[in-house]
């Protein structure tokens, strides 16, 4: 079958022999469906894993070596928080994040009851912020992405980390929503990435969780600077948002690099 052909042809290369086969399949169907043959559904399929995932690959992290000096300094917390922010630099929107780290999650998390329950989709290698979360070391913690490779060592290191009910899981969201429920969903500068691989990606996603609260979060800039001001742009998205889905509750937070809104989504 000229699908099962895409995924193997796509899961082969270097670039893309981690990520999830159910992302490739989903998006390989798309281009398939449009007549494409088989070596242009392949190209226009990388095109789009590249722009949902692939482009915020900042650098290779040697995952062994990481966990070894993630151990080391496991019980010195400005070692730990030093480490995890060399690290973060290596996913471009995890990156974005770092200048506002110390203010981003302990001013939102003060608008917040205790949180026991925390899923972060689409999580890119925010896991790594874990010393910076405002919360107990024992709630439970589920973190989704498309890439096996960085999520078998986030796994690892939420254990380093001492996060004893830390679970790091490979997931393409919009083939497997999560409906698990929980406090807090985060979702982070990810529903316009979402869109670019399928139109109707954000309702999927949105329809399935089953949270108290959502961190919806924007970036204030294209990849790489390009287009400043995008805030506005996605404030007017989020608002758009908020009135389709009745959200009337919501806090509003403008970091320097990251627009955020803290909603009552009142499920579970
Ligand atoms: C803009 S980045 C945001 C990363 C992280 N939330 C943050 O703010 O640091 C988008 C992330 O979505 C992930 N992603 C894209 N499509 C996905 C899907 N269908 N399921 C799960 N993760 C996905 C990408 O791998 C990437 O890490």
Not at 83 to 101: D, F, G, K, N, V
Not at 124 to 129: H, K, S, V
Request: aromatic content about 8%.
């Amino acid at each position: 079958m000229e699908l099962d052909k895409l995924v193997d042809a796509i899961l082969i290369s270097a670039k893309y022999r981690h990520i999830s086969p159910d992302l490739v399949r989903r998006v390989g169907a798309v281009e398939l469906a449009k007549g494409r043959k088989l070596k242009e559904a392949v190209k226009a399929t990388k095109n789009k894993l590249h722009q949902v995932g692939g482009a915020y690959q900042a650098g290779a992290i040697d995952f062994d070596r990481a966990l070894v000096e993630m151990a080391a300094v496991a019980d010195d917390p400005d070692g730990l928080r030093q480490l995890c922010r060399e690290l973060m630099q290596r996913h471009a929107s995890t990156r974005e994040r770092l200048p506002i780290l110390d203010e981003f999650y302990s001013t939102i998390f003060a608008h917040l009851p205790p949180i026991q329950s925390l899923m972060d989709v689409a999580c890119g290698l925010n896991p790594l912020a874990w010393p910076w979360l405002p919360v107990e070391q024992t709630i439970e913690y589920v973190a989704y992405d498309i890439y096996a490779d960085s999520i078998g060592f986030l796994q690892q290191a939420l254990g380093v980390m001492r996060v004893v009910n830390g679970r790091c899981q490979t997931r393409d969201i919009i083939a497997h929503p999560p409906t698990e429920p929980v406090d807090l969903v985060l979702i982070l500068k990810t529903l316009p990435c979402l869109e670019l691989g399928e139109k109707t990606a954000v309702s999927t996603l949105l329809d399935g969780l089953n949270s108290r609260y959502l961190l919806i979060s924007y970036p204030v800039q294209t990849l790489g600077g390009r287009r400043k001001g995008l805030g506005a742009t996605y404030e007017q998205q989020f608002q758009a948002l908020a009135a389709e889905r009745g959200w009337q509750q919501y806090h509003r937070f403008e970091f320097a690099t990251e627009l955020a809104f803290l909603v009552v989504n009142g499920r579970n």
